[in-house]
């Protein structure tokens, strides 16, 4: 069984930065596609970042392009999210998700992940 565990949200100040981790457990973990959701209240989930199985390629939603970066280290089993420069639109609920399927390259739409963690919680401060 896929497991997912999301840390490292928090409060921090518009301008600043955080770094989410997200541990993974339960399969071959370098072989899957990993994705970055959020939500924030009253919205519809989103996409933000996602990463082929080898880290080789990442994509990312335009409203954070430039401020996010997305790695992975697959010794580790663990996926990280570094935020800089956040913005108050950033503040939401971020969510770790790990591809249904192999050589989905870096898919955008949450029907590809079949496997979501429960979240980390992101404010932003103006």
């Known amino acids: 069984q896929v497991q997912l565990q999301e840390s490292g949200g928090g409060l921090a100040q518009a301008g600043g930065s955080l770094r989410l981790s997200c541990a993974a457990s339960?399969?071959?973990?370098?072989?899957?596609?990993m994705g970055w959701f959020r939500q924030s209240p009253g919205k519809e989930r989103e996409f933000v970042a996602a990463?082929?199985?080898?880290?080789?390629?990442?994509f990312y939603t335009d409203s954070v392009k430039g401020r996010v970066t997305f790695s992975r280290d697959n010794d580790k089993n663990t996926l990280y999210l570094k935020m800089d420069s956040l913005k108050t639109e950033d503040a939401a609920v971020y969510y770790c998700?790990?591809?249904?399927?192999?050589?989905?390259?870096?898919?955008?739409?949450?029907?590809?992940?079949?496997?979501w963690g429960q979240g980390t919680q992101v404010t932003v401060s103006a």
């Open positions: 998700n790990q591809a249904g399927t192999t050589g989905c390259g870096f898919p955008t739409q949450s029907t590809a992940y079949d496997y």
């Open positions: 339960g399969r071959t973990f370098s072989s899957y596609s």
């Open positions: 990463i082929t199985w080898d880290g080789g390629r990442t």
